[in-house]
């Protein structure tokens, strides 16, 4: 049996390069933390170097062009849906883009893939502090609240919504027996937000509220 130095370089980039962005994200107690993009990136780089071996110069993508849907089912176990919210899209998405490298080191594209493992770190370390900026500014929530069908509570809230300049949509209105559930999607910057929500809990013609 050749020993092949070749391979080796692939399989210890793909090692560096996964366990960069996996520290990243075992930092942040994310779902898929270091091992998890470890062997994400590892697995990619090792289906990719047999798909070259076994499909030949004839049809090199063989086993890799499956990698994708693979990775879909993967990141797909990493999103859960809450009641107003959706969680584990980036570190879903930071799986296929991992998998991505992996899959350029197999190949033989080693600068490409440092340079896509490095933009992954950027995007994940460093682009945080911009969309928390951005979401000082302007910041969308869910607003859900049951109280009497005889508070007027609609208008109510509306009227301090307005008084905080933040821009609503009434979603939902639900009747139960003598109590009321309303919905909205509001839109503002987060300095009226908190200021809307600390009235609307002193609020007594509320029963309930979450957002």
């Not at 933009?119 to 910041?139: G, T």
């Not at 839109?187 to 007594?204: I, L, P, R, T």
Request: glycine share 10%; charged share 15%; hydrophobic share 50%.
């Amino acid at each position: 049996m050749v020993f092949d130095i070749e391979i080796l370089i692939r399989f210890l980039l793909a090692l560096l390069w996964g366990g960069l962005v996996g520290a990243e994200r075992e930092y942040h107690g994310k779902a898929a933390g270091f091992r998890t993009t470890i062997m994400i990136s590892f697995g990619a780089c090792f289906f990719t170097i047999m798909s070259m071996a076994i499909g030949g110069s004839a049809n090199p993508d063989r086993i890799a062009s499956n990698i994708v849907t693979g990775i879909g089912f993967l990141g797909a176990g990493v999103i859960f849906r809450g009641d107003n919210r959706i969680s584990g899209i980036t570190t879903a998405a930071t799986i296929w883009a991992v998998a991505a490298v992996g899959m350029g080191i197999g190949a033989g594209f080693y600068f490409a893939s440092a340079c896509a493992s490095l933009s992954i770190l950027f995007i994940l370390a460093v682009l945080p502090f911009l969309q928390e900026r951005i979401d000082r500014l302007n910041q969308s929530r869910s607003f859900y609240i049951r109280c009497s069908i005889t508070s007027n509570a609609v208008l109510l809230c509306e009227e301090e919504m307005k008084a905080q300049h933040i821009k609503h949509k009434l979603m939902r209105q639900v009747r139960d027996g003598e109590k009321l559930h309303l919905t909205w999607q509001l839109q503002g910057k987060s300095v009226n937000m908190a200021a809307f929500f600390d009235n609307m809990f002193k609020a007594d013609y509320i029963d309930f509220m979450e957002s």
